[in-house]
């Protein structure tokens, strides 16, 4: 249970002063980054950024007058005091919770270990805030927290910055029961002093595909297998084993390696292959990074590190399902340009030989005191686009030099799709792949050519056998002769 939050004195007062001498609307909303942790009590932010408008450009938060009661509504026809005081009632906070929640989505893609969309704030002046029915709030927090599943926590943030009058305040959200609470909220110095873990984690799975099992399934059961790979593997920080009471005075960047234990499952050819329609190789290296905040242990680095791992392979498999829907609503006349066959399109069963493709490569792109983002790119996109994404998503408004973008990933992991014929040990899925029509003579010619030389060697030992029964008679007939 959250009892206090600390957030960062610097970026979050500047961003306070930014938002009040920019001047923006009368309300605001955006999305709280941070870290909720199981072991501790308090809740930690790194930063608050506000949600863009909408394609239509609308904002994501506006104010809606308040509906003047029923007495108010008679007493307003009867003379100027009614009229007034409807007047004086404060507009009431109205949210796109769906625009929010796909803003916390995209923004949860960029994070690093460590890092979360824990909650939301809203910029308003205390009459307003107040005039709002605690019920709106709390669902848009459950819709926000909902964008962001792989995040187990049942409380979530919600900070209100007045602007009339200046003040701060602070309340925690129970996602069971929607009930807000209020907390501590206090400053302190959390960017400067965070601490960096690093490792790059080499992965090979195999997994059989049954028939009419969807692509967004296969992807899922591999990263899933996956999962489990990762959080039975072993830590050594900087070359040490890890241990309860190992402690770090450094605070340069960490080396983490994970040791994965010896895989107990039987290969592909070993299992059953009832219902099978192909093999599934995924295989490849993820560049992982977290944040370690302070008066945290070392161990809550390494599992916040492992769940970045498995994070980051699910943002890629995002993106691919995201371009896919994208490419499907939209209509082109060049079907040169179009891909032949889509990944997700891939029919297993009807493979007839291997279909590889390769995930979105990640990148670590600067944000904030030293701190990383991350992005990923396509094959046809460039460190230009994911500028770009950054600086609607994540507000960064720094230029930055190509130079400053680090590519820890040489090569994108890849899947291979292969069919049965590659399951079955001995067969070849090429070998029992249909002549092309180029090809079709020579192979019936090759297919008769087998045939006859199959019919002659069963003639042949037939020949041999008769020969040998007739070489026995002989033999036969002339001992007896003798005798």
Request: with cysteine.
């Amino acid at each position: 249970m959250v009892k206090a939050v600390v957030a960062d004195e610097a970026r979050i007062k500047a961003f306070e002063e930014s938002v009040a001498s920019s001047g923006a609307p009368r309300s605001q909303v955006g999305l709280v980054v941070g870290k909720l942790s199981a072991s501790s009590d308090r809740a930690l932010v790194y930063s608050l950024l506000p949600t863009p408008p909408t394609d239509a450009g609308e904002p994501a938060c506006s104010l809606r007058a308040a509906a003047p009661s029923v007495g108010k509504a008679k007493s307003k026809g009867g003379g100027k005091g009614g009229a007034a005081s409807s007047s004086d009632a404060p507009p009431t906070l109205q949210f796109d919770v769906d625009w929010v929640a796909e803003h916390a989505r995209q923004v949860s893609r960029m994070l690093l270990g460590g890092m979360s969309v824990i909650g939301i704030y809203i910029w308003a002046s205390e009459g307003s805030f107040k005039a709002t029915s605690p019920a709106v709030l709390s669902q848009a927090i459950r819709v926000v927290s909902q964008a962001v599943p792989w995040y187990d926590f049942d409380e979530r943030l919600l900070i209100h910055l007045s602007y009339s009058p200046r003040r701060w305040a602070c309340r925690i959200c129970e996602m069971a029961s929607g009930s807000l609470r209020p907390c501590d909220f206090k400053f302190s110095k959390l960017l400067t002093s965070l601490q960096t873990f690093r490792c790059t984690y080499n992965f090979e799975t195999r997994l059989n595909i049954v028939q009419a099992e969807p692509f967004r399934k296969v992807m899922s059961k591999a990263i899933s297998h996956l999962t489990k790979e990762v959080q039975n593997a072993k830590a050594l920080v900087d070359g040490i084993l890890l241990s309860d009471d190992m402690t770090i005075t450094s605070e340069s960047s960490h080396k983490i390696d994970f040791l994965v234990p010896f895989k107990t499952n039987f290969p592909a050819g070993e299992c059953s292959l009832e219902g099978v329609a192909g093999l599934l190789v995924f295989a490849g290296s993820v560049s992982a990074l977290a944040y370690l905040g302070p008066k945290e242990s070392i161990t809550e680095a390494i599992s916040d590190l492992k769940a970045d791992i498995i994070a980051s392979l699910r943002s890629r498999l995002d993106i691919i399902l995201d371009d896919d829907e994208a490419d499907d609503d939209s209509t082109t006349n060049d079907a040169e340009n179009s891909p032949s066959q889509k990944a997700t399109q891939v029919i297993f069963h009807e493979l007839r030989e291997p279909y590889s493709f390769s995930f979105p490569r990640r990148i670590l792109i600067p944000w904030l005191a030293g701190s990383y983002i991350c992005d990923y790119l396509q094959q046809s996109e460039t460190t230009k686009d994911a500028l770009e994404r950054c600086k609607e998503v994540i507000s960064l408004e720094t230029d930055l030099e190509d130079s400053s973008i680090l590519e820890p990933e040489a090569a994108a992991a890849s899947a291979t799709l292969e069919s049965f014929w590659d399951v079955v040990p001995g067969a070849s899925s090429r070998a029992r792949a249909e002549p092309s029509p180029i090809d079709g003579p020579s192979e019936q010619a090759n297919s008769s050519r087998r045939a006859q030389g199959s019919s002659f060697s069963i003639l042949g030992a037939l020949f041999v056998l008769l020969v040998a029964l007739l070489v026995g008679y002989m033999f036969a007939f002339s001992a007896n002769s003798k005798t």
